[in-house]
């Protein structure tokens, strides 16, 4: 992006923005998965909070949100046991209901598959996803969107899950990319500040869960994951 740094009687604040954008060159969007491109936060719900449930003790909508979409911690820390084989045995039997639940009631979201076709080709295209690659695997195995995306990074592919920057400064470490060169699409507080933190300009799609998270370190709020192409079009040109 060219941007004329000779203008003359602009305010400080505004010289540092045009000086800042001088050095932006959009080159790839790296998106988040769940609650971006498919639906299945309120399935990783619910096969939750029927495990935690089993255990007498309530996972209220309001304790997920807290607990995941904004800490990135797990639900099973509200029980009183944290014995770590008890806490190993909950999750593979959490984990495996929400497979059936993906396999059963998967949603992609709305717009998701028009924006991906309106910007193929465009720009390079990434998934950094905080979902387990077997969990990843059942959902793209139903939206057929794989060929739009040129790399995945998985939970397993990276060591600190987010709000830690972790997984997107292993993706452009990985795929050679910079933050300047980049753009993200997020849906949660944790998934905006892990981006923000690894220095790139984020995006964010809230949705029904997460719509009321702390979304101050974003670049823009979008209402509808649609608006992207917009915004891109914008940075391309």
């Not at 998985?154 to 980049?182: N, V």
Request: charged fraction near 30%; proline fraction near 3%.
């Amino acid at each position: 992006m060219f941007v004329d740094l000779n203008t003359k009687n602009i305010s400080s604040e505004r010289y540092h923005k045009l000086k800042e954008w001088a050095c932006f060159v959009l080159k790839a969007i790296l998106w988040d998965n769940d609650g971006v491109l498919v639906d299945t936060e309120k399935l990783y719900f619910q096969a939750g909070r029927e495990r935690v449930e089993k255990e007498g003790v309530e996972l209220t909508t309001d304790k997920f949100i807290e607990q995941s979409l904004k800490k990135g911690m797990s639900v099973f820390d509200v029980l009183p046991n944290q014995d770590l084989e008890y806490i190993d045995r909950l999750r593979v039997e959490r984990d495996a209901r929400y497979s059936e639940l993906l396999h059963t009631e998967l949603e992609v979201i709305d717009g998701a598959r028009e924006t991906l076709v309106a910007l193929q080709g465009r720009v390079r295209m990434g998934v950094v996803t905080g979902a387990h690659r077997e969990h990843f695997d059942i959902i793209h195995s139903q939206t057929h969107m794989l060929p739009f995306f040129e790399f995945v990074l998985a939970r397993e592919d990276y060591e600190k899950s987010k709000p830690d920057p972790d997984a997107y400064l292993t993706a452009m470490r990985l795929h050679g990319l910079k933050p300047e060169e980049c753009i993200v699409v997020e849906d949660s507080e944790r998934g905006c500040k892990a981006a923000a933190d690894a220095g790139l300009r984020v995006f964010v799609v809230p949705n029904e869960l997460s719509q009321d998270g702390d979304f101050s370190p974003a670049y823009k709020i979008l209402n509808n994951v649609r608006e992207v192409v917009d915004e891109v079009e914008v940075l391309l040109n």
